[in-house]
T-cell receptor, first 113, second 114 residues
Framework: SQTIHQWPATLVQPVGSPLSLECTVE??????LYWYRQAAGRGLQLLFY??????ISSEVPQNLSASRPQDRQFILSSKKLLLSDSGFYLC????????????FGDGTRLSIL | GENVEQHPSTLSVQEGDSAVIKCTYS??????FPWYKQELGKRPQLIID?????GEKKDQRIAVTLNKTAKHFSLHITETQPEDSAVYFC?????????????FGKGTLLTVNP
């Protein structure tokens, strides 16, 4: 069966520090991968998605970036965090065809001080 | 692109009552509609989904209906229990297009009072 791992579960970072969040999927090949951010009490904001290695689509202009160095690995990064980057970051995967559900990881709660 | 509207934003019911959450979508080509439940501090989890070739789908106390003509779909929860309290998100996608992302509604906070 397929599983998705996301870490760390919680992270507290100072403003201006770098960020790296990692997500890996097991049990499937060539998944579609997604990064979402959720502010407290709010909806799901899609940040990036990827349909293959090295293929990244950005949804929202910001100081974040994403990379997919391996088929089942998706990384969210920032060179300098802002206070507004605080939130609950969720990685998700799905398979083609696209009428299949997305499955979410357990998320990373990021607090910027 | 696709736009999904979800109503109501909050819903409070008594235990044992039914709850209904409605979503409308704008892209008539959308053909896949999942529903997610998110408990406080947890990840969204798929609870039921429906494809456009079906008008209704049931799974125990949960059902989803789809009206393609009116472009709306609804989640029905019967005999609600306190553990049904959570935020529910609807979503839509045209799986045959070049758009690879789900469009989510803004969510409904359901509170089931004992």
């Amino acid at each position: 069966s397929q599983t998705i791992h996301q870490w760390p579960a919680t992270l507290v970072q100072p403003v201006g520090s770098p960020l790296s969040l990692e997500c890996t999927v097991e049990g499937t090949s060539n998944p579609n991968l997604y990064w979402y951010r959720q502010a407290a009490g709010r909806g799901l904001q899609l940040l990036f998605y990827s349909v293959g290695i090295g293929q990244i689509s950005s949804e929202v202009p910001q100081n974040l970036s994403a990379s997919r160095p391996q088929d089942r690995q998706f990384i969210l990064s920032s060179k300098k965090l802002l206070l507004s980057d605080s939130g609950f970051y969720l990685c998700a995967w799905s398979v083609v065809p696209f009428n299949q559900p997305q499955h979410f990881g357990d998320g990373t709660r990021l607090s910027i001080l | 692109g696709e736009n999904v509207e979800q109503h109501p934003s909050t819903l409070s019911v008594q235990e044992g009552d039914s709850a209904v959450i409605k979503c409308t979508y704008s892209d008539s080509a959308s053909n896949y509609f999942p529903w997610y439940k998110q408990e406080l501090g947890k990840r969204p989890q798929l609870i039921i989904d429906i494809r456009s070739n079906v008008g209704e789908k049931k799974d125990q106390r949960i059902a989803v209906t789809l009206n393609k003509t009116a472009k709306h779909f609804s989640l029905h929860i019967t005999e609600t229990q306190p553990e049904d309290s959570a935020v529910y998100f609807c979503a839509a996608i045209n799986s045959g297009g070049s758009n690879y992302k789900l469009t989510f509604g803004k969510g409904t906070l359901l509170t089931v009072n004992p």
